[in-house]
């Protein structure tokens, strides 16, 4: 049981280039998350999927698009990285939405130049 | 939205000290977590406790919804310990609200 991974685990880009940060999860679980963790914060949603096929926004989703792929997939991408989207990414996961428990991937690290 | 505010931000502590942090948040809740994130930025659930109380090892929370606050109790602290510590609470999306943490350093 890995429960949830990340890829890639590091990644430098340069301003202007695009990537996907893939999520998978192992734990039949219906919702998935995407957070951004920057110095001396707590974390903050992304965008989040509370079952397949349906995905919405959270709190700071500007520069980013995400997709469900299937159930235990969740994917999140950056078009046109800009150094304010330099931070450390999460993808969490949980059996249904507010009332389980969020279990964490170990983290994606992104700079952007 | 929900404002979750935890204290001390910062505590350092001598090898074998007890400690309590307190997480304060402004609305009812229907999920409460308690995380330590490493040294290696990993993220490990500590406690699932919206409510009562619940001890691990060294480590036990309370959490009293009524008076909407948590509290983390680490004991006879070991350097392993060291890190940030993450309260977060259930949004109306079904995402997790974090505080900004309380930073520990257990010194040998």
């Known amino acids: ?113 | 939205g929900i404002q979750v505010e935890q204290s001390p931000p910062d505590l350092i502590l001598q090898e074998g000290a007890n400690s309590t942090l307190r997480c304060n948040f402004s609305d009812s809740v229907n999920n409460l977590q308690w995380f330590h994130q490493n040294p290696w930025g990993q993220l490990i659930n500590l406690f699932y406790i919206p409510s009562g109380t619940k001890q691990n090892g060294r480590l036990s929370a309370t959490t009293v919804a009524t008076e909407r606050y948590s509290l983390l109790y680490i004991s006879s602290s070991q350097t392993t310990d060291s890190g940030v510590y993450f309260c977060a609470v259930g949004g109306s999306q079904g995402n997790l609200i974090f505080g900004k943490g309380t930073k520990l350093s257990v010194k040998p």
Not at chain 1, 2 to 14: C, D, E, H, R, Y
Not at chain 1, 35 to 48: A, F, V
Not at chain 1, 58 to 85: C, D, I, M, T
Request: charged share 15%; hydrophobic share 30%; aromatic share 12%.
């Open chain 1, 1 to 113: 049981n890995a429960g949830v991974t990340q890829t890639p685990k590091f990644q430098v880009l340069k301003t202007g280039q695009s990537m996907t940060l893939q999520c998978a999860q192992d734990m039949n679980h219906n919702s998935m998350y995407w957070y951004r963790q920057d110095p001396g914060m707590g974390l903050r949603l992304i965008y989040y999927s509370a079952s397949e096929g349906t995905t919405d926004k959270g709190e700071v989703p500007n520069g980013y698009n995400v997709s469900r792929l299937n159930k235990r997939e969740f994917s999140l991408r950056l078009e046109s990285a800009a150094p304010s989207q330099t931070s450390v990414y999460f993808c969490a996961s949980a059996y249904a939405s507010a009332y389980n428990e969020q279990f964490f991937g170990p983290g994606t690290r992104l700079t952007v130049l």
